[in-house]
Structures are given as structure tokens and as C-alpha cells.
């Protein structure tokens, strides 16, 4: 099994749909992130959690919100889809700073 | 904020050697990653430098100057598949600021390997 799952792998829906994407992980580490991949822009942060009482605004999180409702779960929200948020999405969790952030497989987010 | 850079696509042939450059602009540094992501796949950790040198990892190897904020990924005896981008990522912040453990990404590197 993943040790970082993110579900659903794809998704297709319709501008101004709500939409919820889930990561969990099992490594037990207490810190989380969530990026967006364009084609030629690289990974972006939208926001990141050290534990369930500290949630953070990475460099692009308007348009999304987030839940950490454990230390293994971390889900990001689109509160109201928009066509430019069609994006390869990934979770990523770390143990320390300095150690390497292990991602999940992503979700292929495409908004119509 | 950080700037980095690295080129968008390298062509090499198999049995050769490659070298990535990372160029970063940065008001606080803590250490930098390289990351091998295949073509719709998650990224996975190839190497962390936070010292200046040269690190190892059998055909990978990774090198820092903090001075010139500048970093190479080296691959060696190239194979099919090692074609693939490959990121570079700067550790953001410094003392109780970097709790977090933030990283910057560049744009990525596509290497393409040719028989």
C-alpha cells in the first residue's frame, strides 16, 4: 500500500462545482503540504499544516481551502471550480525539515 | 520569495553523462533537493545538499556552492530510463522560521535520453 494516497486519482467537473481532493498518509509524519503542477511552471504551494491546529497559506491559495482533520489526513477544497484551476495536484508529507517531502501519485483535477 | 532556475530540456545519449545546473536568488537558504518525477508520476528524492561539496549516490551525484548559489545533478552512464524532468527545490527560511520545512521549485528539467 501507499504510504501518501491521494483520491481521487482523476476527477472532470464543471466550473462552479465544489470539489474536495483527500490525501492520507500512514508515514506519521506531522507535516503536510499541498501543491498544484502546471506544464512549465513547476510545483506550487497552496498551503501546508505542521499538525490539526496550525494551517498555513502557501504562495497560491486563493480560490482553495484546506482541513487537516488528523495528523494522517489533509484535504484540499474548491469551494466554487474555475477552468484555471485545471492542474495535476499533489500531497506531500515530511517527518523534519530537512528531510525529503514524500508525495502521493496525484489527482488530474480538470475543470470544464 | 526565491528565484531558480534551470534549463527546460537537455538531450543526451545513453551511456553518457549529463549536467543539471540550479541557479537560486534567495534571502534565506537552508538546504536543496533534487527530485526525479517520470511523466504523470509523483516526484521522488534523489539528494539534499546543505553544505558546500560534492554528495554521491552511485550514478547520481549532487553538488552545492552556497556562495555562488548554484547547484548541479550529474547522471552517469545514462539509461533509458532516466529520461524523465528533474526538479530542483530550495529549502526556504532560516532558524525557528523554517519549522515547516517549505520548498521552492523550479520549472524542472526535461532530460531526454536517446538510444
Known amino acids: 500500500d501507499a504510504d501518501v494516497t491521494q483520491t481521487p486519482r482523476n476527477r472532470i467537473t464543471k466550473t462552479g462545482k465544489r470539489i474536495m481532493l483527500e490525501c492520507s498518509q500512514t508515514k506519521g509524519h506531522d507535516r503536510m503540504y499541498w501543491y498544484r503542477q502546471d506544464p512549465g511552471l513547476g510545483l506550487r504551494l497552496i498551503y501546508y499544516s505542521f499538525d490539526v491546529k496550525d494551517i498555513n497559506k502557501g504562495e497560491i491559495s486563493d480560490g482553495y481551502s484546506v482541513s487537516r482533520q488528523a495528523q494522517a489526513k489533509f484535504s484540499l477544497s474548491l469551494e466554487s471550480a474555475i477552468p484555471n484551476q485545471t492542474a495535476l495536484y499533489f500531497c506531500?508529507?515530511?517527518?523534519?525539515?530537512?528531510?525529503?517531502?514524500?508525495f502521493g501519485d496525484g489527482t488530474r483535477l480538470s475543470i470544464l | 520569495g526565491q528565484n531558480i532556475d534551470q534549463p527546460t530540456e537537455m538531450t543526451a545519449t545513453e551511456g553518457a553523462i549529463v549536467q543539471i545546473n540550479c541557479t537560486y536568488q534567495?534571502?534565506?537558504?537552508?538546504?536543496l533537493f533534487w527530485y526525479q518525477q517520470h511523466a504523470g508520476e509523483a516526484p521522488t528524492f534523489l539528494s539534499y545538499n546543505v553544505l558546500d561539496g560534492l554528495e554521491e549516490k552511485g550514478r547520481f551525484s549532487s553538488f552545492l556552492s552556497r556562495s555562488k548559489g548554484y547547484s548541479y545533478l550529474l547522471l552517469k552512464e545514462l539509461q533509458m530510463k532516466d529520461s524523465a524532468s528533474y526538479l530542483c527545490a530550495v529549502r526556504e527560511g532560516a532558524g525557528s522560521t523554517d519549522s515547516w520545512g517549505k520548498l521552492q521549485f523550479g520549472a524542472g528539467t526535461q532530460v531526454v535520453v536517446t538510444p
Open positions: 506531500a508529507t515530511a517527518d523534519r525539515p530537512n528531510q525529503p517531502q514524500h
Open positions: 534567495t534571502s534565506g537558504f537552508n538546504g
